[in-house]
T-cell receptor
Framework: DAKTTQPNSMESNEEEPVHLPCNHS???????IHWYRQLPSQGPEYVIH???SNVNNRMASLAIAEDRKSSTLILHRATLRDAAVYYC??????????????FGQGTILTVHP | NAGVTQTPKFRILKIGQSMTLQCTQD?????MYWYRQDPGMGLKLIYY???????DKGEVPNGYNVSRSTTEDFPLRLELAAPSQTSVYFC????????????????????FGPGTRLTVL
């Protein structure tokens, strides 16, 4: 499985934008880029996913590099509730591998008031 | 919708005991998953199911068994509990619709339950 590399931790101030990077230099053409987050003592929560184009939803934006070897999750205005571990995951989009998520260590995001 | 529910929330087992972790989803999702998360680590996939009657192993299936007799339920069975199985267990579900071919026509992200914290002493 292709792997992702994320910083161990990042910090932000409330109301400011946050850019969470992810490197995936061995990504294959059939891999979707997924982001999940996990708040303390809770199960993971789906945030966003994309293949090639930038994606927006109510929670965040996903910016994907043209060569797809890196991506950035953008939280436009961080709140204290956004403090969590953020996981960048490559997911095969089809075939017999479909459905599996391989979680790495993720990035611990701290948001300061 | 309740989403994905798991019972129990907490459990302490003695070495060698057995138990079943329950997972139910009410979203009519065809895919269901079991993960475990050890302290300070990411989640590891134990088993998953692509529909009723179909299950497959994930990364760490040893010591566990699953069954999927209905769309809604996906219980995880621990036989002969060992201290190495002390962990938080998460159940998840998702949907995908296939109209033939390699890629799904439509799919969702995975929805997770609140977890079961298991300690084996």
């Amino acid at each position: 499985d292709a792997k992702t590399t994320q910083p161990n931790s990042m910090e932000s101030n409330e109301e400011e934008p946050v850019h969470l990077p992810c490197n995936h230099s061995t990504i294959s053409g059939t891999d979707y880029i997924h982001w999940y987050r996990q708040l303390p003592s809770q199960g993971p929560e789906y945030v966003i996913h994309g293949l090639t184009s930038n994606v927006n939803n109510r929670m965040a934006s996903l910016a994907i590099a043209e060569d797809r070897k890196s991506s950035t999750l953008i939280l436009h205005r961080a709140t204290l509730r956004d403090a969590a571990v953020y996981y960048c995951i490559l997911r095969d989009s089809g075939g017999t591998s479909y459905g599996k998520l391989t979680f790495g260590q993720g990035t611990i995001l701290t948001v300061h008031p | 919708n309740a989403g994905v529910t798991q019972t129990p929330k907490f459990r302490i087992l003695k070495i060698g005991q057995s138990m079943t972790l329950q997972c139910t989803q009410d979203m009519n999702h065809n895919y269901m998953y079991w993960y475990r998360q050890d302290p300070g680590m990411g989640l590891k996939l134990i088993y998953y199911s692509v529909g009723a009657g179909i299950t497959d192993k994930g990364e760490v299936p040893n010591g566990y068994n699953v069954s999927r007799s209905t769309t809604e339920d996906f219980p995880l069975r621990l036989e002969l509990a060992a201290p190495s199985q002390t962990s938080v267990y998460f159940c998840a579900s998702s949907y995908s619709v296939w109209w033939g071919g390699y890629y799904p026509s439509s799919s969702s992200g995975q929805f997770f339950g609140p977890g079961t914290r298991l300690t084996v002493l």
